[in-house]
């Protein structure tokens, strides 16, 4: 494996803490160059600390007080960067060769786009940059050479189980010889829930992942579902693949993290435990394979293997994916920054957990009536999301 200079953006968050386990494990070809984190400064103090860092990135002047305040020596203390400018100047870095792009949310969208406009390894794990910017992500892949590997457990499973591993690039056709990609899904903490308890489910709750471990916004986004739409979107433009060809698949034991159907029928799978390290150390170790520190996996301690449709009924999100995606690039923009809002009104105890789905789809329908858009540039995506959070806001408010 190649000697490699990683760059974790979203450092402190679930993704951030199992790459900086597995870059752990293979001293001799990975080493940190540089980490960021928002919320969590005093965790990246010590992440630096522990990984010889050179450089870390903080959102604000009170951030790097924090960071300074936070830092118990060790290794020389890291060059401390300031603000969304400086995440995007870090991964062009001429040390830098792999860009680990965790950020959740919009926010991790400029330095996602900046890591493969500079050529890097990106290993994609920030859902916002395909899904309000597939096409000119996947354009900026192409034109700058970038090696492009997906981290999502589920996009990262197709990835195994294409023809020659997929290839790190960014397809204009779909794999030949493939007839279906089919996405799985646990059906969250309440895919066996009675419909007419829904609208009284807490935050803790939905929470709560039965087989995952994640933060909240992303646990709620498991438990509506919205995340598997925003991974079909994903999987469109990771892939090349018609919507009409993409089936998502309720699994909940979730250690077949998603499955490819060939022309001949054949359907190849990956299997593993329900642990990110597993993409993560795919991803890192490219082409080859290495030691991640996953377990085995107890095939027979598992016993069964099930699957189902799922209920657009009890996941209204997923439907609204679907449509969003057969809609067009604005209203997949408008799908996510819709949920970001609704979620953070649910986390906050403002609205109902059935009025997730509510609320994206009155923004789906505002934003319908608007001039269509090519979406060519960084700042019209933006400028998109940024309306449609104000629209979603709007309908928040009318719900308290």
Known sequence: MQAQN??????TGSIGVNT???????????????????????????????????????PTDQA?????QAWRGGPARP???????????TVADAPVTTVMAAIVGAAGLPAALAAARAGKRVLLANKEALVAAGGLFMRTVRESGAELLPIDSEHNAIFQCLPQAGRATAPTEPAKGVRRLLLTASGGPFRTTALDQLASVTPDQACAHPNWAMGRKISVDSATMLNKGLEVIE??????MPVNRIQVVV??????????????????????QPDMRTPIAYGLGFPERIAS????????????LDFEEPDFERFPCLRLSFHALRAGQAACVALNAANEIAVERFLKQQIRYTEIAGVIEASLDRISGL???ALDSLDEVLALDAHTRSIASEFCLLRT
Request: proline share 3%; hydrophobic share 50%.
């Open 293 to 304: 520190g996953v377990g085995l996996l107890a095939l027979t301690a598992l016993g069964r």
């Open 20 to 58: 900086l386990d597995v870059i752990a494990r293979h001293p001799e070809s990975l080493s940190v160059y540089a980490l960021s984190a928002y919320h969590r400064i005093e965790q990246l103090a010590e992440q630096a600390r522990q990984t010889g860092a050179k450089v870390v990135i903080v």
């Open 371 to 373: 001039p269509a858009s």
């Open 235 to 240: 999987a469109h433009w990771l892939f090349a």
């Open 6 to 11: 990683i760059c974790v953006l979203g450092s």
């Open 64 to 68: 790097r007080a924090r960071f300074l």
């Open 79 to 89: 060059e401390i960067r300031v603000g969304a400018q400086a995440l995007a100047d």
């Open 251 to 272: 699994h909940p034991q979730s250690m077949v993290h998603s499955m490819v159907e060939y022309e001949d029928g054949s359907v190849l799978a990956q299997l593993g």
